[in-house]
């Protein structure tokens, strides 16, 4: 049973940054895909970013240029560096692990989740 736990959350300005971390136990990190989504207030569950066990990356449209995934098989932590955030990026953060890239990459029948972490802009 893999367990992802998220940290790195907090409150912070437009325009500043955080980096969300997610440590994996108990699974094959090194060969499973790994992805971050976010749920804000009223919103589903959407898409954030994603980085294969080959550490190709992918990203929302929304978060391009801003957000930088990446993963360091070494600790099993997988990492969302967040830069020029803006209050519309305020949400529940939650990290996903699936071996199916392509199954994490829309959500649907992930096989791990964390238990989320919030982040807060304010503007």
């Known amino acids: 049973q893999v367990q992802l736990v998220e940290s790195g959350g907090g409150l912070v300005q437009a325009g500043g940054s955080l980096r969300l971390s997610c440590a994996a136990s108990g699974g094959t990190f090194s060969t499973s895909a790994m992805g971050w989504f976010r749920q804000a207030p009223g919103k589903e569950r959407e898409f954030v970013a994603a980085?294969?066990?080959?550490?190709?990356?992918y990203y929302a449209d929304s978060v391009k240029g801003r957000f930088t995934i990446s993963r360091d098989n070494a600790k099993n932590t997988v990492y969302l560096q967040m830069n020029s955030l803006k209050p519309e990026d305020t949400a529940v953060y939650y990290c996903?692990?699936?071996?199916?890239?392509?199954?994490?990459?829309?959500?649907?029948?992930?096989?791990?989740w964390g238990q989320g972490t919030q982040v807060t802009v304010s503007s």
């Open positions: 996903a692990a699936d071996l199916n890239l392509s199954r994490l990459r829309v959500g649907s029948r992930v096989e791990y």
């Open positions: 980085i294969s066990w080959t550490t190709s990356t």
